[in-house]
């Protein structure tokens, strides 16, 4: 069974440009995540969508980041513009249900200059 | 909103030493409760998982989990540690009665295991 896809692996760009994340989940699940990981913390919940439609979207900054899932398959996470303190790993994660075991890409490293 | 508190940030052990991770979470409600692990270059992995029924979970690579209700805790465990587990370890909770179900995580444990 093919795991989470998430690219790209790593990502250099300087402050106030845009940057692009895609992932596919897992075949059938429903349920799909965006994490941001900040070196030395937990992995933090920014976007959950259950199919294509969003279920919790309240930790993510709006005014910079957005998150789609238009098919209800793959989605993609976008920053723009982008900050110095958004230089973090982007998990993917899929379950195939909410309360599921969650499984996890590799992760998108961002480092912002 | 739940939270997740792992006190122990770094631990190094010596092989063959036993292992506790500390983890209290806190949330009024029922819980789901979790153990990932995260080996050097990996990807996050689950460890163990806490739905119901008996507190004592067993997971993989002989760890174990107890979920203390009282306590708010869900302690990590294994009897003798061995240099392959050195790792990050986190601990995670998602609230049972609302619909959202994503995992909180706790700030995470790196294990450091000496040969």
């Known amino acids: 069974e093919a795991g989470v896809a998430q690219s790209p692996r790593y990502k250099i760009i300087e402050k106030r440009q845009s940057v692009a994340f895609w992932c596919n989940p897992i075949?059938?699940?429903?349920?799909l995540y965006w994490y941001q990981q900040i070196l030395g913390q937990g992995p933090k919940l920014l976007i959950q969508f259950q199919n294509n439609g969003v279920v919790d979207d309240s930790q993510l900054p709006k005014d910079r980041f957005s998150a789609e899932r238009l098919k209800g398959v793959d989605s993609t996470l976008k920053i723009q513009p982008a900050k110095l303190e958004d230089s973090a790993v982007y998990l993917c994660?899929?379950?195939?249900?909410?309360?599921?075991?969650?499984?996890f890409g590799e992760g998108s490293r961002l480092t912002v200059l | 909103a739940q939270s997740v508190s792992q006190h122990n940030h770094h631990v190094i052990l010596s092989e063959a030493a036993s292992l506790e991770l500390g983890c209290n979470y806190s949330y009024g409600g029922t819980v789901n409760l979790f153990w990932y692990v995260q080996y050097p270059g990996q990807h996050l992995q689950l460890l163990l998982k806490y739905f119901s029924g008996d507190p004592l979970v067993k997971g993989i690579k002989g760890f174990e989990a107890e979920f203390i209700k009282s306590k708010f805790s869900f302690n990590l465990r294994k009897p003798s540690v061995q240099w392959s587990d050195t790792a990050e370890y986190f601990c995670?909770?998602?609230?049972?009665?609302?619909?959202?179900?994503?995992?909180?995580f706790g700030s995470g444990t790196r294990l450091q295991v000496q040969p």
């Open positions: 994660a899929s379950s195939l249900e909410p309360a599921g075991e969650l499984f």
């Open positions: 995670a909770v998602n609230a049972r009665d609302t619909g959202r179900r994503a995992l909180t």
């Open positions: 075949s059938g699940h429903a349920t």
